[in-house]
């Protein structure tokens, strides 16, 4: 499993092995690896174990996630990458990829993932149709929230937090932290996700809520 050392100044701090499918890195206590720095945001970066290699995806953070001196907005991350957030350098030992893997994308950085692809060039992915959440009950039911980030969490720290998640292939659902299992359709979701589709009912800390997809009947 991929391996991630944490350093400050040079100086190494943390050695965490990469178990989950996916893993936060922010400042909020929920993160699964807290970072407590005031140059982190609170979701900052999200680490995704792909069948082609380790994505690295910026959450749309304040100051940025660099790889080898380069902001990027998502990445397969390559042996040797380094990893700059903050003041924080990360250093991640990946596993062999099998030849017969196709070889990792390059990575989109915040000047090229704007600029349009050259004629005869690889046609980028259609984004995932435009989704939002409606509340359903509480004192904010009738409020609706476009999911516009790469991940969104919901719910209330320390009781139940669970995140969807946009990719080019759609929205997940999962479970991030707290004592309460969220539901989806009636059924507890653990942190591995599951696809959502348009009109899923999700309940976070008795907090009801309906996911809809723009376009969709």
């Known amino acids: 499993m991929p391996t991630m050392t944490i350093s400050l100044d040079g100086v190494a701090l943390k050695d965490i092995v990469l178990t989950q499918p996916r893993t936060t890195l922010g400042r909020r206590p929920y993160n699964d690896i807290v970072v407590d720095n005031l140059a982190v945001s609170g979701e900052h970066a999200v680490l995704v174990q792909q069948p082609q290699g380790l994505e690295l995806i910026d959450l749309n ?17 390559k042996p040797g990458d380094l990893i700059d957030i903050g003041r924080y350098q990360i250093r991640v030992t990946l596993d062999p990829v ?12 915040l000047a090229s993932a ?20 409606r509340v359903l009950s509480g004192p904010a ?13 919901l719910g209330k720290p320390g009781v139940a937090v669970a995140a969807i998640n946009q990719s080019t292939a759609g929205y997940t659902f999962c479970r991030v ?24 009912l999700i309940s976070i800390a008795g907090t009801e809520m309906c996911f809809l997809l723009e376009g969709a009947s």
């Not at 953070?61 to 991350?77: E, F, P």
């Open 61 to 77: 953070s304040t100051n940025g996630t660099y790889v080898n001196g380069k902001a990027i907005v998502s990445t397969l991350l």
């Open 98 to 109: 099998p030849d017969a893997d196709p070889p990792p994308a390059p990575a989109r950085t």
């Open 114 to 133: 704007s600029t349009p692809a050259a004629p005869g060039s690889a046609a980028v992915p259609a984004p995932a149709p435009t989704a939002r959440v």
């Open 141 to 153: 039911a009738g409020k609706e929230m476009t999911l516009t980030k790469v991940v969104t969490t």
């Open 177 to 200: 932290d707290g004592s309460t299992a969220p539901l989806l359709n009636g059924q507890a979701v653990g942190q591995q996700a599951v696809p959502l589709q348009h009109k899923d």
